[in-house]
């Protein structure tokens, strides 16, 4: 019940990204690798080695115990102090009351011990330290076939050329073996991370509704086929756009024809005024539902990117509805120069002007200019507003609150389109309640460079 919460949380702060996985995950498999094969060489190689160091213990000893017999006894003195001096090794007399240290039991050394035991009789001694004096101490026997002439000795080795450790070694070669190890992943993984960025940018140029520059098909079989994919994808999306706009302008085309002759036949016929009424407000709402579905099926019209004064605009389009009877109070907070396109704009801006009539049953504020780092222009009403956790719902075609269905006067298409306006010239539409009641229509864009 602890280890699991432990592991999620593991999990959970470990890198994301392709790259630093396959980087940590090469790191750990590197040193496993490195620790198995140091346990096995060191398993395999540890009886060899222990051989070796006991016949060079046996055969130190051995050469020293030959210089001592053979050597005239008033030099021993200088003997001893020649292979002190020049050797490492020291030579003591054994006596019953030494302070010793014993060996440590690992396996290497009691191979040793036993070995040379073997070749120097059972009762050798081995020890840490000596008086205090750590080394390799071992004890050996100088005397004539009498006991009661023989000698024992200490003879202190140098722990070095007894015992050849290779840890520092081993570290230096694992770590040389890892670092490249982990250039050769870096390589790797960056190279499927470059076309990997790329796709990720045009994917997201598509969900904005403009066309991604074409993708390389270069590098390994699966990247380029991905690629390719991708590139088919990204045509066939806009192919399919292409026709859906011809297929509308089309539609449009061959529908208002009829239409017209409809609403002459209507208004000719004679009829009821009244009902001559109906008939033509259906006919100019089946023109305005058209219109909606030619705004949607359009992109920027060839219309480029340019710098656009939103007071400017705000200003302008209230001029316009003034003269259809419609008050639009404008406030601005500062000047508000952004990078758009004018006319799709004030075409989203009438759409939201429009909603807010039809919905809200008056004409809205124009605020522009915000406490915002980029340009912005809200369109404000004190209508019934619409609920926070369906404020990104409705930006989406043909969807529609339940309280506007009994509203036949539109498509459900006139959010979405100002939603695909705003994202194609890489702004950014919110919508969300007014204090006080009502709704907040906010158009963000990319602020335009100051002369």
């Known amino acids: 019940m602890i280890v699991q919460p432990r592991y999620r949380a593991f999990l959970l702060g470990a890198p994301r990204t392709l790259l630093w996985r396959i980087f940590l ?27 070796q160091t006991a016949q060079t213990v046996v055969s130190i000893i051995n050469l020293t115990r030959t210089a001592l017999l053979n050597a005239d006894p008033a030099l021993r003195k200088d003997l001893l102090l020649d292979l002190a001096t020049l050797e490492g090794i020291r030579i003591y007399p054994a006596e019953a009351q030494d302070k010793t240290t014993p060996m440590d039991d690992t396996p290497a050394l009691r191979t040793v011990t036993r070995e040379v035991r073997l070749q120097l009789g059972a009762d050798t001694r081995f020890a840490a330290s000596w008086e205090g004096l750590s080394g390799f101490w071992v004890s050996f026997r100088i005397g004539a076939d009498d006991p009661a002439d023989t000698e024992d000795f200490w003879v202190m080795l140098p722990i070095e050329r007894v015992m050849r450790p290779h840890a520092r070694e081993w570290l230096w070669w ?5 670092s490249l190890a982990m250039l050769g992943a870096y390589a790797i993984v960056s190279r499927l991370n470059r076309p990997l960025r790329a796709m990720v940018m045009a994917a997201r140029t598509v969900g904005r509704g403009e066309v991604p520059p074409r993708l390389s098909e270069s590098g390994p079989t699966e990247v380029a086929d991905l690629a390719h994919a991708f590139n088919q994808m990204a045509h066939d999306l806009q192919q399919l756009d292409a026709d859906r706009a011809l297929i509308l302008a089309g539609v449009s085309h061959d529908l208002r024809t009829p239409l017209a002759r409809l609403r002459l036949g209507v208004e000719m ?13 259906d006919i100019e709402d089946m023109d305005r539902i058209i219109n909606q579905f030619l705004e949607f099926s359009k992109k920027d019209g060839g219309e480029q990117i340019e710098a656009l004064d939103l007071a400017g605009l705000a200003d302008e389009l209230a001029t316009l ?21 004018p ?74 389109i100002v939603d695909r306006i705003v994202r194609g010239q890489n702004g950014e539409f919110r919508l969300a309640a007014r204090a006080g009641g009502g709704l907040d229509a906010c158009i963000e864009l990319p602020a335009a460079p100051k002369a």
Request: aromatic letters at 4%.
């Open 343 to 416: 006319q799709a704009l004030r075409r989203a801006l009438t759409n939201l002007i429009e909603n807010a009539i039809n919905y809200a049953g008056h004409a809205p504020e124009l605020e522009v200019g915000g406490a915002g780092a980029r340009p912005a222009i809200h369109v404000l009403d004190r209508g019934p507003g619409i609920p926070a956790e369906e404020a990104e719902r409705v930006k989406r075609p043909f969807t529609r609150l339940e309280s506007a269905r009994s509203n036949t006067k539109g498509s459900g298409l006139g959010l979405a």
């Open 321 to 341: 509805y003034a003269r259809r009877g419609v008050d639009i109070e404008v406030r601005s907070k500062g000047p508000a120069l952004a990078l758009a396109r």
């Open 269 to 281: 016929c004679g009829a009821d005024p009244a009902e001559v009424d109906a008939m033509v407000s």
């Open 25 to 51: 995950l090469v790191a750990v498999l590197m040193l496993a690798s490195v620790g198995v094969w140091s346990a096995i060489f060191s398993h395999f190689d540890q009886a060899r080695q222990a051989h």
């Open 174 to 178: 694992g770590l040389a073996a890892l």
